[in-house]
């Protein structure tokens, strides 16, 4: 019996529900259940804990909320920023600043964790929020994390090797083309050097006693493979034919009386 | 590994699978023929001679034209031929030229025309011209050497003749 009396007694301390714990908290007692309340309090201890627990998670609750809508807030500083210096918006210098960045989770957790364990409980969620406001009025920093440049840098090498074959691949095609063209004909003048009609390729005189002697073939006509002039000027002559041959012609300068009859 | 490393990695394969591909095929390109009828060329016996045609003509300008059976010669009415406007048909024959031996021709200007078969070599036929003049001396050309193939023609032309020139032609037979 001497147990239930305690029990009883324990019951009569903790007269103070948990939902008027609350609303007290709330403010929605009215003035004579807001002093029983606060009476009750300080002769019971763990009503205090409990008020405790409850202002922490409601400083907590209401921290998140206003992180939540951090994002929203930087479209407004930076109009804000923008109306104040009246300045169009590409000249805008928009200083950016980790430090007025949220806090990540865990570490908001563990600062407040430790904060909780003060007497007050309303300085839990303090020094965060005085933060916030002893920020300056920056936009937070926006960095690429190390793991994400790597990755980038990673496709970027992967783009330029990939290049790099394109490249290669292009130049080998040209290659191949180039090799299965007309090889120049060095006993052939180039363009610059053709008379007058473009149609007929001119080989310039040779000097006397020096054989001119090709190394390739005429595509589709016949190959002068030696020729000595002698005391003879001339020239060698590519004319094209009738189905897109070509016909080779030695024309020879005769200048000696005795040529003609 | 990401499927857009995957992608990429894939695509850079491919092309240099493409390399290793193309990169023989072109080498072995390069070793084809350029002559298709390279392989008949070995299989046929050796030929100690063959026909030319040789073509005397007289160009001048007297305006009278080029004689009717040059029609299949339009480059007569190209430069250099242009420069004259007549072309006469002095002789026309079909000389045989035996291999390693000569053939010499009368020009109408007295001077000799020798012609020789040097060499065949696959498809092509080396011939051998000179142009000796009369009365001996230096030649007037001493060489030309040419390599054609049969159906194809080539003309020595210049030298001076009766107020035009002297266009000798010459044409391998088939």
Redesign the interface.
């Known amino acids: 019996m001497k147990t239930r009396k305690s029990t009883t007694d324990r019951d009569e301390k903790q007269s103070v529900r948990p939902r008027d714990l609350m609303l007290f908290l709330d403010g929605e007692l009215d003035e004579a259940q807001h002093l029983e309340v606060e009476r009750q309090l300080e002769s019971d201890a763990d009503a205090r804990c409990h008020v405790t627990a409850l202002r922490f998670t409601g400083s907590l609750l209401r921290e998140r909320a206003e992180d939540s809508t951090a994002a929203d807030s930087i479209a407004d500083l930076v109009m804000a920023r923008i109306e104040k210096r009246d300045l169009p918006a590409g000249d805008i210098d928009i200083d950016i600043d980790i430090a007025a960045a949220p806090p990540p989770v865990a570490e908001l957790r563990n600062g407040a964790g430790r904060r909780a364990l003060s007497s007050d409980p309303s300085e839990a969620a303090r020094p965060a929020v005085a933060a916030r406001e002893g920020a300056p009025r920056s936009l937070p920093h926006i960095g690429i994390p190390p793991s994400r440049r790597t990755a980038n840098d ?2 970027r090498t ?2 330029a ?2 290049a790099v ?2 490249a ?2 292009a130049a ?1 095609m040209i290659w ?1 083309k180039a ?2 063209g007309p090889v120049a004909d060095p006993t052939r003048p180039s363009t610059s050097q053709l ?3 473009p ?2 390729e001119l080989v310039g005189n040779p000097p006397p006693d020096l ?1 001119t002697t090709p190394d390739t ?1 005429v595509v589709g ?12 000027h ?1 020239s060698v ?1 590519y ?4 189905g897109g ?1 070509t ?8 200048d ?1 009386p ?4 | 590994m990401t499927r857009t490393q995957l992608s990429n990695g894939s695509f850079v394969a491919a092309i240099g699978l493409s390399l290793c591909v193309l990169a023989p095929g072109a080498a072995l390109a390069d070793q084809v023929s350029p002559f298709p009828g390279d392989a008949d060329a070995l299989q046929s016996p050796a030929e100690d001679t063959i026909n030319v045609e040789l073509l005397v003509l007289h160009a001048t300008n007297d305006g009278k034209g080029i004689d009717k059976g040059l029609e299949d010669m339009p480059e007569l009415k190209r430069p250099p031929f242009s420069s004259y406007n007549s072309y006469k048909v002095l002789k026309r024959e079909k000389v045989a030229l035996k291999m390693g031996s000569s053939d010499k021709r009368k020009l109408p200007n007295d001077r000799q025309l020798l012609m020789s078969y040097k060499a065949k070599k696959e498809q092509k036929h080396t011939i051998s011209v000179a142009i000796q003049k009369p009365n001996g001396g230096e030649d007037y050309l001493p060489v030309l050497e040419v390599n054609g193939r049969k159906g194809e023609r080539f003309f020595v032309a210049g030298q001076a003749f009766q107020g035009g020139i002297l266009v000798i032609g010459l044409k391998i037979l088939p």
């Not at chain 1, 006509?221 to 003879?232: L, P």
């Not at chain 1, 005795?258 to 009859?261: D, I, L, T, W, Y």
Request: net charge negative; charged share 15%; hydrophobic share 45%.
């Open positions: 990673n496709a992967i783009w090797l990939t074959a394109v290669a691949a080998f191949g090799g299965d008379p007058v009609d149609t007929v054989p073939d006509g016949v190959e002068v493979a030696t020729i000595d002039f002698g005391s003879t001339g002559f004319v094209p034919g009738s041959e016909t080779t012609v030695v024309w020879l300068a005769d000696e005795g040529g003609q009859q």
